[in-house]
C-alpha cells in the first residue's frame, strides 16, 4: 500500500501532469499564486485527514474535478465543495481550530499548522520547533526556587509544552536563544523597538501582556488568542 504522505501528493502530480507544466513549477514566480492555493489543500487534506481510509473515495473525485478544471488555478473551492458535509470535508470549524490549539511539541500535526502560523518559512532550510518559554525551566523544583505560587504550579507544567508557548526559529537564532529566560533575551537582543514589533507581529507575541517567566499562564491564554485568530484566518478565509 502506498504511504499515506504519498497519496497527498498523488492531486498535486495529477493537476502538474494535467496542465503541461515542467518540473519547476513551484519555483516560477508566475505560480507563486497557485502554489499557495495548493499549499492550502494540502494542508487541510492532511490536517483534516481526509486520506485516512478508502483512498479511492477521495482519489478518484479530486481527479475527476482536476479534470474537468481550465487548469488556470488549482481547484481548491471545486474541492472542498465536493467533500462539504461528508467525512472527507476539508472545512474547519471553530471546534476544529480550537483542537488545534492542544496540539503539543513533538505530536505529528505540529509542523503542518507551524507551516500556516509561518508562511514564508522554508522548512527545507535549517528551523527548529523552539519552546518560548524554555523547557529546562519547567520542573517543580525550579517553579518553587522561582517563587511560583504552589497553586500554580501544575498550570506552568501541564501547559509549557502546547503550541501557545511554540514558535519556529532559524537553527542558529534557536541555538543562540536556548535556556535563556524570554524576557530578558527579547530586550537584550532587540533593542529597538521598531525591533519588538517587528518580532511579536512574525511570531505573534502578545503586546500589553508581562514576558516575565511568573507571567507564563497569562501570555499562554493571549498568544493561543492570536494563534486562533490566525488560523480562522488562514483555513476559514
Known amino acids: 500500500m502506498i504511504p499515506l504522505v504519498n497519496n497527498l501528493f498523488i492531486p498535486i502530480a495529477y493537476y502538474i501532469k494535467h496542465i503541461g507544466l515542467s518540473t519547476n513549477f513551484a519555483a516560477s514566480p508566475h505560480n507563486a499564486e497557485n502554489v499557495r492555493t495548493i499549499k ?21 473525485p479530486i481527479r475527476e474535478i482536476i479534470a474537468k478544471s481550465d487548469g488556470s488555478m488549482f481547484p481548491f473551492d471545486k474541492i472542498v465543495e465536493r467533500f462539504k458535509g461528508t467525512n472527507r470535508t476539508h472545512e474547519f470549524t ?22 500556516v502560523l ?13 519552546h518560548i518559554f524554555p523547557r529546562a525551566e519547567f520542573s517543580e523544583r525550579k517553579l518553587r526556587k522561582l517563587r511560583i505560587p504552589a497553586n500554580r504550579i501544575m498550570d506552568f507544567l501541564e501547559n ?33 523597538e521598531e525591533a519588538k514589533i517587528a518580532y511579536r507581529q512574525k511570531h505573534l507575541i502578545p503586546e500589553g501582556v508581562d514576558l516575565a517567566f511568573a507571567n507564563f499562564p497569562e501570555f499562554l491564554e493571549a498568544r493561543k488568542a492570536l494563534i486562533r485568530d490566525r488560523l480562522k484566518k488562514e483555513l476559514q478565509g
Open 94 to 115: 471553530d471546534a476544529d481550530i480550537d483542537n488545534l490549539l492542544y496540539l503539543k511539541y513533538g505530536q505529528s500535526d505540529i509542523l503542518t499548522v507551524m507551516s
Open 40 to 60: 492550502k489543500w494540502l494542508i487541510s487534506a492532511m490536517l483534516k485527514r481526509v486520506f485516512s481510509f478508502q483512498l479511492d473515495g477521495v482519489l478518484r
Open 160 to 192: 509549557f509544552n502546547y503550541i501557545g508557548n511554540l514558535q519556529l526559529l532559524e537553527g542558529l537564532d534557536n541555538t543562540l536563544k536556548t535556556n535563556k529566560d524570554f524576557k530578558k533575551w527579547f530586550e537584550d537582543n532587540l533593542p529597538t
Open 118 to 130: 509561518y508562511p514564508w518559512a522554508d522548512l527545507h532550510n535549517l528551523f527548529r520547533i523552539d
